[in-house]
């Protein structure tokens, strides 16, 4: 084989894609109920979008982005994520103007060059929702909510929803030196990489994956101790919203994540049954980002759900998806060309209608009718052709129908309308 994928991208292929367009199907209805708007945005943007937003010292930006010059020389970046371009495009096109909470919901492919494994692709599908411009704690429970409806609704169980908080500009700092105090006198058991963060951004040694780094930052002191009264009574009524609207949750006050721009509200959804990779959506609340981004100052919640992980956990619980309606299958040039005729105007009349190309014999015919799942089958031959009438075979019953060679007649028949 001269060509293959390249490492850590996939193709999807049927039957697999009826499976993400029944995901995509189910969350589109529900963002429409929620009062969400899909936004479409490039893959790719200037590279500055992503450094300071994401984090200079995070994983991502340090050290998955696919980042090239164009032949113009600028740096420009595959976006590893959707929220950073999604916050570039509300201040560029001041949608801060609309009434808020501004709603709004995409989905597409994400690139991060990671260590390909199970569940860990390099290119992979997010379906990602954003709200903008209230930091009430109801809104943070309405999202939470509207996330554990969408993944209820395309049929996952046995998900595990962790919240917590991670504070804000004013608490943070507090966080920060009692984190350094904690590492200081064990910096030296960390990676080089940690050891570099240590002084620049300490939170981030609680999101190194090395198992050193991990048994080493045992006992660090939690984030929750640090929160300011404001941070902290957002935390508490955002739990008081989730139990009116009972979605349960367990609040882990470990809880980190991989990008800079959280303020407060921070969750992520998991499924032990993925292994390592259990994460399978994962969002917070970014009051700064608008800001950064040199807009008013606007605050914002989101999630993202990623798609490779969700859809091995229901794949095999959808049926297959059906076959056509009906397949003609003409003997002769001259029944070719009735069936032909007849295929267009029934699919134009909105049936699934295929016929046989090829000139093969009735019993190959009907194997793949059989093969393709075909619903009712119309042997269409010499005899048929000069009485005018036929019999549409129900592949599921085995019933014979009479009808005349006519598209109203047939479509009545196929639809059980008669
Ligand atoms: P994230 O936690 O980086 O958040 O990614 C969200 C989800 O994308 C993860 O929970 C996981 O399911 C999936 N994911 C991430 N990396 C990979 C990968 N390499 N292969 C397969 N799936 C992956 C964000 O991206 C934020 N933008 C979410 C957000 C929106 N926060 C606020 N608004």
Redesign the pocket.
């Known amino acids: 084989m001269k060509y293959k994928t390249l490492k850590g991208l996939q193709d999807i292929l049927p039957p697999d894609i009826s499976v993400w367009q029944h995901i995509e199907a189910g969350a589109r209805d529900i963002f429409k109920n929620y009062g969400f708007q899909e936004i479409r945005l490039p893959v790719m943007e200037s590279t500055d979008v992503f450094i300071r937003s994401i984090g200079e010292t995070s994983d ?1 930006v340090e050290k998955e982005m696919y980042t090239f010059q164009d032949k113009g020389g600028r740096s420009v970046t595959l976006r590893p ?3 950073a371009p999604f916050v570039r495009a509300y201040v560029e096109h001041h949608l801060y103007n609309n009434p808020a909470p501004q709603k709004y919901y995409y989905m597409g492919p ?1 690139f ?1 060059y ?1 260590r390909p494994q199970a ?4 290119q ?1 599908y ?1 379906i ?3 709200a903008m411009g209230i930091d009430d704690p109801k809104l943070d429970a309405e999202i939470i909510s509207m996330l554990a409806l969408i993944l209820g609704s395309i049929g996952l169980v046995g998900l595990n929803f962790e919240i917590t908080s991670i504070g804000c500009k004013n608490c943070r700092p507090g966080y920060r030196s009692a984190l350094k105090k904690f590492l200081n006198d064990k910096i030296d058991k960390f990676c080089k990489d940690c050891q570099r963060r240590f002084d620049i951004n300490p939170l981030r040694i609680l999101d190194c994956k090395v198992p050193s780094c991990i048994e080493s930052r045992q006992g660090s002191p939690p984030v929750l101790d640090f929160l300011c009264t404001e941070c902290e009574g957002h935390f508490k009524s955002l739990k008081k919203y989730l139990d009116i609207l009972s979605v349960s949750y367990t609040i882990n006050p470990n809880l980190v ?3 800079d721009y ?1 303020t407060k509200t921070a969750f ?1 959804v998991s499924s032990e049954s993925l292994g390592s ?1 259990k ?6 609340r ?1 009051d700064s980002m608008v800001d950064e981004f040199g807009g008013p100052s606007t605050p914002g ?6 798609m ?2 969700i859809i091995p956990l229901i794949k095999d619980s959808l049926s297959e998806p059906a076959g056509p309606d009906l397949l003609f299958c003409p003997l002769g040039d001259e029944a070719a060309v009735k069936a032909f005729l007849l295929t267009g105007q029934l699919r134009a009349e909105g049936l699934w209608v295929e016929m046989n190309l090829e000139s093969t014999s009735l019993r190959s015919q009907m194997r793949k009718a059989n093969r393709i799942g075909a619903k009712n089958v119309i042997v269409l031959g010499e005899d048929e052709l000069k009485t005018g009438e036929i019999s549409i075979k129900d592949m599921v019953s085995g019933e014979q129908n009479k009808s005349l060679l006519e598209v109203n007649q047939l479509i009545k028949i196929i639809r059980k309308e008669t």
């Open positions: 991502i994520e959707g929220t994400m991060r990671e569940f860990r692709y390099r992979f997010q990602g929702a954003e994540r991989g990008l959280y992520e990779q994460a399978v959506a994962a969002g917070g970014y919640i989101g999630f993202a759900i990623g490779e992980r």
